[in-house]
């Protein structure tokens, strides 16, 4: 009888391996965080500014529209009633959502003036046709459409329909119409498809047959649930959805900000996973923030989390490699002991930074915090300009910036010397050295720690 019961026990524990191991759910872990940039508001969404080539983040707020970086913050508008939305048309023009007013409106970056896009501002109600005849009702998200680059997304919000803008005749019509009251709120393009939030708790997908026939089908949650319930997708509950990223072919990250929580949805398994923080191995329940997590922006192997007065930044590995430009020029060393020299040296580095970002538009951001640094030995001075473009120690670097950028740059004559004229030496002017093949400039992978507080220890290959 024990024999038969050792043998029942083991059986069970068995079953149970293999159900843990069968029902084990994708998760993420991002293992390292570092704030970014405080702000002044909570931050509702975000992207790469556009129209300031650098790493300037564009923010809003409630009633604000800003763009910031890691030493300041500008605010480009202010006393908008509710600003629940706003995207990139492109480099000087943003569309942004005044929800409360019931209109679209566009901010030209270059002379800051403000225009009414679509909708009769201070007029909510349901009509189709060009500006001045089309209303809105409370309209909440704004894309611009990835196909058709003179075509705005606009989420008509308490007219439960998804409703589209030509940006050259300004005339609006309805895409689709979602039973009432189903009411769409955040839009985003994800992987090439538009995702609609319904009602901050599930997610819908938009298709276009080839037809011309708009749908709109279930993509993740559950049109009646409301909780925090993570497994397959036919059971994952969201409370409410505030924002969604595509985090990898078939992946996305979700701000379930009433939960206080990341998570992931795996379309490959059909299931919603945990996002784990700072080393919670194994990763099965998302870390609970003790803040609201609000907005989401993935830039290549990190994400920027908005939260409400400041961005925080998490990386999945400890160390990573940063892209930088570099190039030699001949100068003797004696000259860095003279501040004269130096404070030419300083502008001659930032004028050549300057450049190295025009060229790069936006294939690559040279640092906005990190300066250009130098090293002298034997009479040659070799200069390196840092980028915010961060890799995993096993990337390659995009074609872009090894081709059309570094070859861009090599042409530049202004690459090719300082310009610093030093009467004293031979030759008079500091004048750069080929690296190799005729080229002057550059590129080199950096190790750095992805916690920017810590320093790289190259000896041992760890942060601390």
């Avoid at 509950?237 to 795996?266: C, M, P, Q, W």
Wanted: aromatic share 10%; charged share 20%.
């Amino acid at each position: 009888m024990g024999f038969l019961w050792l043998i029942f026990m083991v059986f069970l524990q068995l079953t149970a391996w293999v159900e843990a191991f069968g029902n084990q759910k994708s998760s993420m872990s991002y293992l390292y965080a570092g704030l970014h940039i405080n702000t002044t508001e909570p931050v509702y969404h975000m992207e790469i500014d556009k129209y300031l080539i650098g790493r300037n983040f564009l923010i809003s707020s409630t009633n604000q529209l800003q763009t910031a970086n890691r030493k300041e913050t500008v605010t480009l508008l202010s006393d908008v009633r509710f600003l629940s939305g706003f995207t990139q048309i492109n480099s000087t023009l943003v569309a942004f959502v005044e929800c409360l007013e019931h209109c679209v409106k566009v901010l030209h970056r270059d002379t800051n003036a403000v225009q009414v896009l679509a909708g009769r501002c201070g007029v909510g109600g349901y009509k189709e046709g060009r500006l001045g005849r089309n209303q809105f009702y409370y309209p909440y998200g704004v894309v611009l459409d990835i196909k058709n680059a003179n075509r705005l997304f606009i989420s008509d919000r308490d007219n439960s329909a998804l409703r589209a803008v030509d940006l050259i005749t300004k005339e609006v019509n309805t895409v689709i119409c979602f039973p009432y009251p189903n009411r769409p709120f955040g839009l985003r393009w994800a992987d090439q498809q538009l995702l609609v939030v319904i009602d901050f708790h599930y997610i819908n997908h938009i298709s276009w047959l080839s037809n011309g026939t708009v749908i709109s089908t279930l993509f993740a949650g559950l049109r009646t649930g409301f909780d925090d319930i993570l497994g397959s997708l036919d059971v994952a509950e969201f409370s409410t959805i505030h924002d969604i990223e595509a985090i990898g072919r078939r992946k996305y990250l979700v701000v379930d900000r009433r939960n206080y929580k990341l998570k992931l949805i795996d379309l490959s398994r059909r299931e919603v996973g945990p996002v784990c923080l700072l080393n919670e191995e194994p990763c099965t329940k998302s870390t609970k923030f003790g803040r609201v997590p609000i907005s989401l922006l993935i830039i290549r192997e990190e994400i920027y989390l908005g939260m409400e007065n400041n961005i925080y930044k998490y990386s999945s590995t400890p160390v990573l490699k940063r892209l930088e430009f570099n190039a030699i020029y001949q100068a003797p060393c004696s000259y860095l002991q003279r501040r004269s020299f130096k404070n030419n040296l300083l502008d001659a580095l930032n004028r050549r930074k300057r450049l190295i970002q025009v060229v790069c538009a936006h294939d690559c951001v040279i640092s906005t915090y990190l300066e250009p640094y130098y090293t002298c030995s034997d009479n040659f001075l070799t200069v390196f300009w840092p980028t915010d473009n961060l890799f995993h120690l096993r990337s390659h670097l995009p074609m872009p910036i090894q081709n059309r950028v570094k070859n861009l740059l090599n042409l530049s004559p202004t690459m090719q010397s300082l310009g610093i004229h030093v009467p004293s030496a031979n030759p008079p002017v500091v004048d750069g050295i080929p690296i190799s093949r005729g080229e002057y400039v550059g590129l080199v992978l950096t190790t750095t720690c992805a916690d920017e507080t810590k320093l790289y220890d190259s000896d041992k290959g760890t942060c601390s």
